[in-house]
């Protein structure tokens, strides 16, 4: 890409010292992306612009990555199925946690808020932060399976539970 640069910006660029100092550049701003971030985002280069992008549209490429183009789902999706299978499994029709990046985020996330920060805020931040480790090359323990709850059933109406309160009292009552 730095040669490209170069040829692109014109002699003024050719020597070997502006060379330097541009790959030098290059290599300061791209440290805080992991070297799975930067391919991305070469891979978004080639598809969103026909010339070398600048440092600047390289570097928000690199920002702009989402979990949809690791394989992973969406921040919303992924939020959706994590409050599902922690909060109300009973109701999923989900048996297992697709991957353990979302399950590590939803294990560490306080389900009721908290310090005045939703549990969705959390959540984000948490499975962000997973993914970067992810990418960094950090393993993940494997995600359990769903455990499902059981649901009482009970009376559903009040007749009904007056109902069953007589039969449970008239089996209790000594002769």
């Known amino acids: 890409m730095f040669s490209k640069q170069v040829t692109v910006v014109g002699d003024k660029a050719g020597s070997k010292l502006k060379t330097d100092n541009l790959k030098a550049e290059w290599e300061e701003i791209l440290t805080e992306f992991t070297r799975k971030e930067v391919e991305i985002a070469l891979g978004k280069c080639k598809k969103r ?46 048996t297992a946690w697709p991957n353990p990046i979302l399950y590590a985020a939803a294990k560490a996330t306080p389900w009721g808020g908290s310090y005045g ?18 990418l960094a090359g950090q393993k993940f323990k ?23 309160l007589a039969k449970m009292r008239a089996k209790l009552r000594v002769h």
């Open 49 to 94: 612009f026909h010339y070398p992008p600048s440092m600047k549209q390289f570097y928000e490429l690199c920002q702009e990555l989402q979990p949809e183009d690791l394989g992973l789902h969406s921040e919303r999706g992924a939020y959706r199925i994590a409050y599902e299978l922690m909060i109300v499994p009973e109701r999923s029709k989900l």
């Open 117 to 134: 920060v939703s549990s969705h805020q959390v959540f984000v931040e948490n499975y962000k932060a997973n993914i970067k480790k992810y």
């Open 142 to 164: 494997d995600a359990p399976k769903v455990c499902k709850t059981i649901t009482q059933k009970g009376p559903r109406t009040s007749k009904a539970a007056l109902s069953q």
